[in-house]
């Protein structure tokens, strides 16, 4: 079954063009009527003016060519954006919030537009402004409030319709924080200002249900009156002492957090405590720059971490109200997320209320509840009492129902799907999951058979109800399923057990270049991608583990890798559209997805082989040669730093030294003559079991820090009594490879590292945290002029003993860095080498090609002014 049975989705087929634009010709009949009518409109209002333009204007020569211009113009902007618009208006497109408009809602904007309305008095727009207040009943209404002023228990809907979600956030911050003043301001006109003859009789509520005398009343209760008292005041002033409503403005005026701003009225009621706001950790950006932007500060906004559905956790919430109520400071909000756009969550706003009943019964603490229901409050119009709005049966319930229904399809295959080069792991766990099994238990792949077999094979229609029960419990609350991928290794190391068949990618970083891979398939990314050529548009976002806390964690326990500190990739589909979508359809779909991810499988193992690969080394010193290996982030045996020492045969030696005379800036690089297994022989080396290389071996791996290093910017520091170098440590992508050759050291540093020099030493640049020039850019051509390394740089510098053995792996390289053997200046000398573009280049990642869509935007500039021919 889907959500609408037999013919009843009929009408709603009428109210959309289609993704073949079936229902076009009504959609430009609707639009001639409108046209037809705007005609007499305008023809009748005073038919006996004057025509405009004058006749013969319209047969004018330069009237004609502004009219032709123009019509191109109109002609190349609608072609551009037919060729590079997404097709949100097909049930492939996936990806955002965001799906076909109906055809009277653009009828209606068309309409409208054309009358000027400008709302700001019904002078202006009689007849907008009363379609826009009738309109604002039917979406209350529509969203489940009361809209009959006869119901006086409950209260009567008002607001307007803002012009997104971040400026309704920051009304509703503007909202608590008034609300949160606005007995401070009304004490303070009470003992000193217009109101103080109402000052010993005025009682009010006070947080707890006592009634107090309000000049009596303390800071902590006028900072937690319930806000249905605080919004009552003006009535109870009314009622009881005749204030009007323009006495009491003025009465306010001169205390109003608007006219003396927080800090007057914190530091008059000696307020040393800043109220909080109080989130959960994944909150959308908004509102902590609508905190900053109503003076709270964005500090003071209090984020909660997130359980393992990326909710709020109300216990860890339970936990911080009880710490502000010991503590005596108040807070204006707690947010409920009801529906956040990357996981499609829903928190529970009736517990949240229950807090609040809680903390005002036992604590005196009060605060506002705000339910953030940009995306989820759509869904309120599935709920039985809204299944019809106006004379349409069905209504947006019907649209978003089948909407639902495509989402929770779609849900079953990304917890199902499992090749054998990858699989997929839904962030919203499954039953087992729920109950203590793991992703790859038995328990799971049980669950997981029971959906292959009772939904992704049968028909919509063949769906039994127990299935239909089943399937509702997968994927998130609302119509969004993040998901994650992970792929599989192909042939085995048996030898040495470190690989079987089949085995997981246990690297996260590998994981998310995956799927970086497999997004870039589904999405548009450039001006030039050719729509034509996305068979389904899918987008992605990261799991911060700042923010998401043990639930990235647990996620990354479930995809099978190694906990990180760092973002995790993760893939979303957002259903919007309300077509029908049958079983073919959607699996077709899927193995589309499969064989895309499966390709892209075989990069991630490209670069991660063993193998036999040309090497290049940078040569350093004379007396005696060190080679460093010019690694890469992206082709697994160059994976890692690795410094040698080397004797070079006399015919080589004789040629590099005539080399350095010659050229003695220049970076030289010896290059391997076959692809060598550098692995192999690197092990054997730290191993002595060769015979290829002599000398000694710095290694270590590249596993990437969770951030950049905070005090200082490391260097490995090697050489000999008379010749010392640098190499920088490359402990997170991307970076830069920075080299020196021969550094001459402060003499009293020269002369207390010398003993410890042959065991391999990390010097640290005292005056320059890595974390401040990092990112740094890619491409060598983009490195400036004034670049702080470069030649005859002197740096303040610190020289440590390695903690970490020779041929260790990161992460962690510098943990344990302690007890420096000294302190001084660097100077680096004439051999100085700096290369962002080798160890970021990524030889798999697809060609990008600059956008054109500028240059077509430019044209049409051209075309309106009559200096481009068009084709």
Same mark, same amino acid.
């Given at each position: ?71 191109? $113009? ?43 309305p400008n709302n700001v008095a019904l002078e202006t727009s ?132 608007q006219t003396a701003g927080k800090d007057a009225l914190e ?23 609508? $905190? ?78 705000? $339910? ?188 099978g890798l190694d906990r990180s500190h760092q973002d995790l ?303």
């Amino acid at each position: 079954m889907s959500f609408v049975k037999g013919n009843e989705f009929h009408a709603i087929n009428s109210y959309f063009i289609g993704p073949k634009a079936a229902n076009l010709p009504d959609f430009r009949a609707n639009v001639n009527i409108v046209l037809g009518e705007l005609l007499e409109t305008r023809q009748r209002y005073f038919p006996n003016d004057a025509d405009y333009p004058p006749k013969g204007v319209r047969e004018s020569l330069p009237f004609q060519q502004v009219r032709d211009n123009f019509s191109n $113009a109109i002609q190349q902007v609608a072609r551009m954006l037919g060729d590079r618009s997404i097709p949100f208006w097909s049930p492939r497109y996936e990806a955002h919030v965001c799906a076909d408009l109906t055809m009277p809602s653009m009828l209606g904007y068309f309409m409208t537009m054309l009358y000027n309305p400008n709302n700001v008095a019904l002078e202006t727009s009689p007849c907008t402004t009363v379609a826009e207040q009738r309109a604002g009943k039917q979406l209350s209404e529509l969203f489940g409030y009361n809209t009959d002023e006869r119901k006086k228990n409950l209260p009567l809907a008002w607001g307007h319709l803002t012009a997104d979600g971040t400026i309704a956030n920051l009304e509703s911050i503007w909202v608590a924080r008034n609300l949160k003043f606005y007995p401070l301001s009304l004490f303070q006109a009470v003992k000193e200002g217009k109101l103080k003859f109402i000052a010993d009789t005025f009682e009010v509520e006070n947080c707890k249900g006592d009634l107090r005398l309000f000049k009596d009343m303390s800071t902590w209760e006028l900072l937690n009156l319930r806000p249905e008292t605080i919004l009552e005041l003006p009535e109870a002033l009314k009622q009881q002492f005749n204030i009007s409503d323009q006495f009491l403005e003025e009465a306010l005026k001169e205390y109003s957090i608007q006219t003396a701003g927080k800090d007057a009225l914190e530091k008059y009621h000696g307020i040393d405590k800043p109220a909080q706001y109080m989130i959960g950790k994944t909150h959308h950006y908004s509102w902590p720059k609508g $905190a900053a932007l109503m003076g709270l500060g964005s500090g003071n906004m209090t984020e909660i971490d997130v359980d393992l559905d990326a909710c709020i956790d109300t216990t860890l919430l339970q936990e911080k109200l009880h710490e502000c109520a010991r503590e005596g400071q108040g807070v204006y909000a707690v947010v409920a997320i009801v529906g956040s756009t990357e996981e499609g969550a829903v928190e529970r706003l009736s517990e949240i209320l229950e807090l609040r009943k809680k903390f005002q019964k036992d604590y005196g603490l009060s605060f506002l509840v705000h $339910a953030d229901a940009a995306w989820g409050g759509y869904f309120a119009t599935m709920l039985e009492r809204d299944m019809t709005i106006g004379l349409n049966p069905g209504g947006y319930g019907m649209l978003l129902g089948e909407a639902a229904f495509t989402s929770a399809r779609l849900s079953a295959y990304w917890a199902t799907i499992e090749t054998e080069d990858f699989i997929c792991v839904p962030f919203n766990r499954l039953g087992p999951e729920r109950m203590g099994y793991g992703f790859r238990s038995k328990e799971v792949e049980e669950e997981k058979q029971w959906f292959r077999d009772n939904v992704l094979e049968k028909e919509n229609k063949d769906i039994t109800a127990e299935a239909m029960d089943r399937l509702r419990e997968l994927g998130s609350d609302l119509n969004i399923n993040a998901f994650a991928l992970n792929w599989k290794h192909k042939g085995s190391r048996s030898q040495n057990g470190q690989l079987q068949e089949g085995e997981l990618n246990r690297n996260m970083e590998e994981a998310n270049y995956l799927m970086k891979r497999v997004v870039e398939k589904f999405s548009v990314t450039t001006g030039e991608t050719n729509k034509t050529d996305i068979p389904l548009f899918l987008t992605s976002t990261k799991f911060k583990p700042e923010l998401y806390g043990k639930c990235a964690q647990v996620f990354m326990d479930r995809l099978g890798l190694d906990r990180s500190h760092q973002d995790l990739f993760v893939l979303r589909n957002v259903v919007m559209s309300p077509l029908p979508t049958k079983k073919d359809f959607i699996a077709g779909l899927m193995r589309t997805f499969e064989e895309v991810t499966n390709e892209e499988v075989k990069f991630c193992r490209d670069r991660n082989k063993r193998g036999n690969r040309q090497v290049q080394f940078l040569m350093q010193g004379t007396d005696e040669v060190f080679l460093v290996l010019q690694g890469s982030f992206h082709i697994a045996p160059l994976r890692q730093q690795l410094i040698l020492t080397a004797e070079l045969d006399s015919n080589l030696q004789q040629h590099y030294a005539e080399l350095r005379n010659r050229y003695p800036r220049d970076a030289i690089i010896l290059e391997s003559l076959d692809e060598i297994a550098l692995e192999d022989k690197v092990e054997n080396l730290a191993h002595d079991r060769t015979q290829d290389f002599q000398g000694r071996i710095h290694r270590k791996g590249h596993v990437h820090d969770p951030t950049y290093p905070q005090q200082y910017m490391p260097f490995y520091l090697y050489g000999s009594a008379k010749e010392k170098h640098i190499s920088h440590m490359l402990l997170r992508a991307p970076n830069i490879a920075l080299s020196a050759s021969n550094v001459a050291l402060s003499p009293e540093l020269d002369q207390a590292i010398r003993p410890h020099l042959p065991e391999g030493l990390i010097l640290t640049l005292s005056s320059i945290p890595e974390v401040s020039v990092q990112p740094c850019m890619i491409k060598n051509q983009d490195i400036p002029p004034y670049f702080f390394f470069q030649r005859k740089k002197q740096f303040k510098v610190t020289v440590w003993r390695d903690p970490r053995s020779p041929i260790a792996e990161g992460p962690g390289l510098l943990e344990g860095l302690r007890n420096p053997i000294g302190s001084g200046t660097m100077t680096l000398g004439n051999h100085v080498d700096v290369d962002a573009e080798e160890v970021n280049h990524n030889p798999a990642d697809c060609l990008r090609i600059d956008p054109t869509p500028w240059q077509d935007f430019d044209r049409i500039g051209d075309i309106l002014d009559g200096t481009y021919d068009c084709p």
